[in-house]
């Protein structure tokens, strides 16, 4: 029985504990088998026998109930080391946050046209078809509205298509000279590769006498910032067509990637388009009620500029929250 006791006390897990309670007391144990001999012992020694057999049981089980017991938190304590988790230990694998880069693209737009006098006007997203297309000499059914994809709300109001209507706003609170730059939200339908339903802008206006403002001013401003947001670039400027400004050009930059020997992004041609601007029309200016000026606009697409400062392939990626991609920007 000695033996027993010093197995049981020696017993290094649950498991074991139980394969030694089995081959003691259980249906075909050695202590069971003894138990089975009482049967053919002569009565005068079946009870000092079976107390004997009885002691032994108890002494038994005891040892294995104790030694349970001391297993059992030896197992908790180990489950409980294993998924300790330490609240105060600092995780250096946690990553800081970034900028999204269209609105960091966005803030440096902005910064540069503040540092040059800029205002920054806002104005709402929900907007009459007068702000978003009339004032802009966008009448009714002109075919130039099939240019914007427009969501169009019951009430007839639209989802802004583009920031312009706040230069209309702006130029029927304030006197001229203006100079502001408006940014925002836009929203077209319009969803592949190059384009979501939901994008960004910068538009900028500058009006002022008629012999403060010219082509050439714009044009000026224009290169410097084109050089400011993407570095050591030749810029052009091709006759283009846009309701509200006449003349109208659209610019472009020699390709950032292949620095104008054509590659798959500036399809082959050296030139990446970047913003359209020209001289306000003048029925922009009858609308808001303004006489004897001249003005300049520009507009860009925030997102073109993040997808060319980042080399970034398809826009819809920025608007994954996708960290692996997000957090190559910071
Ligand atoms: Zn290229």
Redesign the pocket.
């Known amino acids: 029985m000695k033996e027993w006791i010093e197995k049981i006390t020696n017993a290094n897990s649950l498991e074991e504990l139980e394969s030694l309670r089995v081959e003691i007391l259980g249906k075909k144990g050695v202590l069971t088998a003894e138990f089975a001999k009482l049967k053919t012992i002569p009565n005068e020694e079946k009870k000092a026998f079976a107390q004997n057999l009885n002691e032994q049981k108890i002494a038994i089980t005891e040892a294995i109930d104790n030694k349970k017991v001391v297993l059992e938190e030896d197992a908790l304590n180990k489950k409980l080391e294993a998924e300790k988790i330490d609240v105060t230990r600092f995780n250096n694998e946690v990553s800081s946050a970034a900028v999204h880069p269209v609105i960091d693209t966005m803030d440096r737009i902005i910064t540069y046209f503040q540092n040059l006098n800029f205002a920054v006007e806002e104005g709402p997203l929900v907007e009459d078809d007068f702000h978003n297309f009339e004032a802009l000499n966008l009448p009714k059914y002109h075919p130039a509205r099939d240019m914007q994809d427009t969501f169009y709300n019951k009430d007839f109001t639209v989802l802004r298509t583009h920031t312009s209507p706040v230069q209309i706003r702006t130029m029927l609170n304030q006197k001229p000279p203006i100079r502001m730059i408006a940014p925002g939200t836009v929203f077209r339908r319009d969803f592949d590769l190059t384009h979501t339903p939901m994008f960004h802008q910068v538009e900028g206006l500058v009006v002022d006498s008629e012999d403060k403002v010219s082509f050439a001013n714009l044009k000026h401003v224009l290169v410097e910032f084109l050089q400011h947001m993407f570095g050591d670039v030749e810029v052009r400027f091709r006759p283009s067509f846009f309701p509200f400004t006449e003349p109208s050009a659209e610019v472009d930059i020699s390709?950032v990637?292949?620095k104008g020997e054509?590659?798959r992004?500036?399809s082959h041609t050296?030139w990446l388009e970047v913003l359209g601007c020209g001289v306000v029309d003048p029925n922009v200016f009858k609308a808001v009620g303004y006489e004897n000026v001249s003005g300049y606009a520009f507009g860009l697409g925030v997102e073109r500029f993040a997808m060319l400062i980042h080399n970034i392939g398809d826009l819809r990626s920025l608007f994954e929250s996708d960290l692996k991609l997000l957090g190559q920007f910071k």
């Open positions: 390709c990637f292949c054509g590659c992004v500036c050296g």
